[in-house]
C-alpha cells in the first residue's frame, strides 16, 4: 500500500499514531503522504514508516517517491 493512500484512510489519531510509530512530526507525515511541494521521506524514514504500519510495502513506497523519471547516469559523468 502507498502512503498516500495509507493516510487518505485514516482518521486523525491513526495518523498521530502513525507518526508517532514512525518517530516522525505528524506534520511531515502529512508533508510526505501528499508531497507537498515535492516533499519525499528520505530511505531512513521510509525504513521506519514500513516498521511502523505492516500495510505499506516497500515496491509501493519506491515507486509512489521514486523520480517521475530514470536518471541517466550519462548525463551526469
Known amino acids: 500500500m502507498k502512503l498516500?493512500?495509507?493516510?487518505q484512510s485514516l482518521d486523525k489519531q491513526g495518523r498521530k499514531a502513525l507518526a508517532e510509530k514512525?518517530?516522525?512530526d505528524s506534520g511531515y507525515l502529512w508533508q510526505i503522504a501528499t508531497q507537498w511541494?515535492?516533499?519525499k521521506p528520505s530511505i531512513?524514514?521510509?525504513?521506519r514508516l514500513?516498521?511502523?504500519d505492516d500495510r505499506l510495502k516497500a515496491?509501493?513506497?519506491i515507486s509512489?517517491?521514486?523520480?517521475?523519471?530514470?536518471?541517466?547516469e550519462a548525463e551526469h559523468a
Do not use: C, M, Q, T
Open 22 to 24: 514512525a518517530d516522525i
Open 44 to 47: 531512513d524514514v521510509i525504513g
Open 59 to 61: 515496491k509501493d513506497l
Open 4 to 7: 498516500s493512500d495509507l493516510y
Open 37 to 39: 511541494r515535492g516533499k
Open 50 to 52: 514500513l516498521r511502523a
Open 64 to 72: 509512489e517517491f521514486a523520480p517521475a523519471e530514470p536518471l541517466n
